[in-house]
């Protein structure tokens, strides 16, 4: 407990230290030409925070096991879901304005997981036997109904070059792989508590974040503390380099779900022993995951010429345990690639590793937008305890109004694994992403993305509550509507 209060005071200190920087500068610099907005104004002179996405989605999954012996569970599962963002900004009004934006999703039928309730809302009539008595037979499609206060927060700007933001919010940082909103998925994963971004040196992005609750994309509120650090230089409008802390300290996040029943996965992604099982040697790194991970970012595009440009990335970041997590935590991870574009269209290679420790613990990124990374197909979000390897090519690119995007992956394991009769694999599966946006106006756009995973060694089909990666196929259908 006294560890957790050093670190929450030293952010409060952090977040006090970024705002008297910009104080600093704004003491003597002359008063610039502000907008003047009386109450009624600001509210009416403010910004839209509303829009509806509409979604069809398909997953078929094959080696969908069941950890209960005498149920059953489906390959198939389709979603039919609208979200409703609806909300508003307002203007600064005395250097403060509030954005209040309230969420809500709405299930058009019962056949998937969401993860929330298990009990049908609907009739189900096209459910057979006993999966029209249990959603859960279904693979997951994380998009519960459900309604609530998605932001809630008043923002500060009174100090130059600086915003403080107090209240529920959503979040992105550089390419949300640490920290993201997960806007994604119908429900999207938001923050309480407090933000400072300050700009006052030239060319340099200072943010520092305390937060004690956040409410993840299965709509359940986690509660304890989440330290943030970034601070980013930039080199050039479209290079920057970033270097970050991320400080968690909260109770199951879900990649240490001590029920894998609950989720379709044992603890850390399966291919280890759930919470109940643990050993004297594992039992700390599923049931406390605290951790604190320290990296540095280098990414950009450079251009060589009008057409041409180059794009790269290198990144790397440790991850230790910290506030009573357990020892075992102790991993690393770094990307590396890059590509080339001429014109609307690019290509690119990289390699990104999530690393092992000795099989007990892996890397792991609770709070990003874990779908955007190893494949879309979602059999990574949380990363299994001996690690992953991703070697993916993407290619992006546009015909007329058409936004065209791509990827393929190929999957290893840091530490083998146990695969069937015995035997060792490393080779998780490979995977093809692709995607096509098209807008039909300035406010309504569609997309259509598909997903297909194949499966090479078969993980952890003779472990008891081990979730097998097996083929998954994946269709998204979206309709979104913004004012």
């Known amino acids: 407990m006294k560890t957790k209060t050093v670190f929450k005071m030293n952010m409060i200190m952090a977040c006090t230290a970024l705002a008297l920087t910009g104080m600093a500068q704004s003491a003597y610099a002359e008063d610039e030409a502000v907008t003047e907005y009386t109450f009624l104004d600001a509210i009416k002179d403010g910004k839209q925070m509303t829009n509806f996405r509409l979604r069809y989605e398909s997953v078929n999954q094959n080696g969908y096991q069941s950890t209960a012996g005498s149920s059953k569970k489906l390959n198939t599962g389709e979603a039919f879901t609208l979200r409703s963002l609806i909300g508003w ?142 601070a980013k230089y930039r080199i050039s409008p479209s290079e920057s380099l970033v270097g970050y802390g991320y400080l968690i300290d909260v109770a199951n996040l879900g990649q240490n779900n ?90 690119r290679i990289d390699h990104e590793k999530l690393s092992s420790n000795d099989g007990q613990y892996a890397f792991q990124t609770p709070l990003g937008t874990n779908h955007l990374f190893q494949g879309w197909a979602d059999h990574f979000l949380a990363t299994p305890r001996q690690g992953i390897e991703d070697s993916f090519v993407t290619v992006a690119g546009a015909i007329d109004k058409v936004k065209l995007y791509a990827e393929y992956h190929v999957f290893k394991s840091d530490e083998k694994y146990q695969s069937t009769d015995g035997r060792l694999g490393d080779k998780y599966g490979s995977e093809f992403d692709v995607s096509a946006t098209y807008p039909f106006s300035d406010k309504l756009l569609g997309k259509v993305e598909y997903a297909k995973f194949n499966e090479s060694d078969i993980y952890g089909t003779t472990l008891q509550n081990a979730a097998r990666k097996g083929d998954k196929e994946i269709v998204w259908v979206t309709g979104m509507y913004t004012f």
């Open 89 to 230: 900004q307002t203007a600064p009004y005395k250097n403060f304005s509030i954005g209040a934006q309230i969420t809500d999703v709405h299930e058009f039928n019962d056949d998937f997981n969401d993860r929330r309730n298990n009990v049908p809302e609907h009739s189900n009539a096209g459910a057979v036997g006993a999966a029209a008595l249990n959603k859960a037979l279904y693979p997951n499609i994380v998009d519960a109904g459900f309604t609530d206060i998605n932001q809630l927060y008043v923002d500060w700007t009174g100090i130059k070059n600086t915003k403080v933001r107090l209240g529920r919010q959503q979040l992105n940082l550089d390419n949300v792989r640490f920290i993201g909103d997960i806007a994604f998925r119908q429900n999207m994963q938001v923050f309480d508590g407090v933000s400072v971004l300050n700009k006052s040196i030239q060319d340099v992005e200072l943010f520092a974040a305390h937060f004690d609750k956040v409410r993840q994309i299965t709509t359940k509120d986690r509660h304890g503390n989440i330290d943030i650090v970034n």
């Open 258 to 347: 001590g029920n894998p029943a609950a989720i379709g996965t044992a603890a850390q992604g399966g291919n280890g022993l759930g919470a109940s099982q643990d050993t004297a040697s594992t039992a700390g790194a599923t049931t406390d995951a605290s951790s604190k991970t320290f990296g540095a970012r280098l990414d950009g595009v450079r251009a060589i010429n009008p057409d041409w440009k180059v794009l790269y990335t290198a990144e790397y970041a440790k991850q230790t345990d910290m506030s009573g997590g357990s020892p075992l935590i102790d991993a690393h991870y770094f990307k590396l690639g890059g590509g080339a574009a001429y014109g609307a269209w690019s290509v």
